[in-house]
């Protein structure tokens, strides 16, 4: 089985807070042009949680190092 890399383990790692990271991650996620991956692997209503090292966890890393 695949690890999974979840949004808790990445605001415990980045020092974030968890409500600010699901803002930014909805924001970067709409905007499909820009993070393709993070935006296919967004399904409405379910937990924030990636294969690891997927692309897509690496986007979403990205957009939550940005800013920080």
Avoid: F, H, Y
């Amino acid at each position: 089985m695949a690890d999974i890399v979840t949004l808790k383990d990445l605001c415990e790692e980045l020092k974030l807070d968890p409500r600010e990271a699901r803002e930014r991650l909805r924001a970067a996620a709409s905007d499909a042009k820009t993070n393709p991956e993070l935006s296919k692997a967004r399904k409405p209503r379910s937990p924030w949680q990636w294969v690891k090292g997927s692309v897509a966890e690496i986007e979403a890393r990205r957009v939550l190092q940005t800013n920080t």
